[in-house]
């Protein structure tokens, strides 16, 4: 069924290569596997540990669009410095 959805939007990435420029997403990812795999060992239902791993992935979203808004802020911030060379830094007036 992967293997489909790959075909499907022309990609044949492993997950390795798609996380490969963003290495903490990758081992927050690692991370919550981790963390289940624990949960479960030590006796957790299947839905304690569903619940567990969903607030993980919501606060990994949080975090990769976090991540994300930054990077587009140092991109408009370069663009506008190439663009208009003569603007002021952050600099208090005298």
Do not use: C, V
Not at 58 to 81: F, P, S, V
């Amino acid at each position: 069924m992967s293997d489909e959805l790959g075909k499907e939007k022309g990609t044949a990435k492993t997950l390795d290569e798609r996380f490969a420029n963003r290495p903490h997403t990758y081992w927050r990812l690692q991370e919550i596997a981790d963390q289940m795999d624990q949960a479960i060992s030590n006796g957790a239902t299947a839905d304690e540990a569903e619940a567990m791993a969903m607030g993980q992935l919501q606060k990994l979203g949080g975090e990769m669009l976090a991540d994300w808004a930054e990077a587009k802020q140092q991109d408009a911030l370069k663009r506008a410095r190439t663009k208009h060379p003569e603007s002021i830094k952050h600099i208090k007036k005298k």
